[in-house]
């Protein structure tokens, strides 16, 4: 039998969110998860150009609960929909990059591609995602070089940008994501 490397541990999950402060004050204040990093980004996803903020409660081993917000109410009904399969609704896992690479191989291998497969550089992780049989979408991520720096640098922002986002500046923050819209 082959021995095969697992995820080290959850790295999120993600869930979309029509209200983040609501949701901010549920996990933070209520039920006592830091909120640790706040992206506002602007991407074009599944053909359109989209801004969303996406906000990150910690959990004790360094993951985190995520939530999105879209900043066009249209994207979150067309993106959030009521049946299974959703880019903004899954369970990633933080890996080294041997172990993306060797999972990356097999999907491949078996012929697993779009939609089923897909692949992001979001400039802070390097992600890949797989939509199990059952519609669950699944991401293995590995964290970019220098990554704790920023992580303690997004958790010093983090209520400021959220608070800005809110207040309706969407500007995208993330400085490391390279130029992918146009």
């Not at 074009?44 to 004790?60: D, Q, S, V």
């Not at 991401?139 to 983090?158: C, H, Y």
């Not at 400021?160 to 400085?175: E, I, V, Y």
Request: aromatic fraction near 10%; hydrophobic fraction near 40%.
């Amino acid at each position: 039998m082959t021995t095969t490397a697992l995820p080290s541990r959850l790295h999120h999950t993600a869930a979309v969110t029509r209200d983040l402060e609501a949701t901010r004050h549920f996990y933070e204040d209520l039920l006592g998860l830091p909120l640790v990093a706040t992206w506002c980004e602007q991407e074009t996803l599944l053909g359109k150009e989209r801004t969303y903020c996406h906000a990150f409660f910690a959990i004790g081993d360094g993951g985190a609960l995520a939530f999105f917000q879209f900043a066009d109410p249209a994207d979150h009904a067309e993106l959030v929909p009521d049946d299974a399969f959703c880019l903004f609704r899954h369970q990633a896992y933080k890996v080294d990059g041997a172990t993306q690479a060797a999972i990356k191989a097999r999907v491949l291998a078996a012929g697993i591609t779009e939609p089923r497969f897909m692949e992001l550089e979001h400039g802070y992780c390097h992600s890949i995602y797989i939509t199990d049989p059952n519609g669950c979408i699944i991401e293995f991520t590995v964290d970019a070089p220098g990554f704790e720096s920023w992580a303690a640098e997004k958790r010093a922002s983090a209520h400021a940008d959220l608070a800005r986002w809110l207040a309706g500046d969407h500007t995208p923050n993330n400085q490391y994501r390279a130029a992918t819209h146009g």
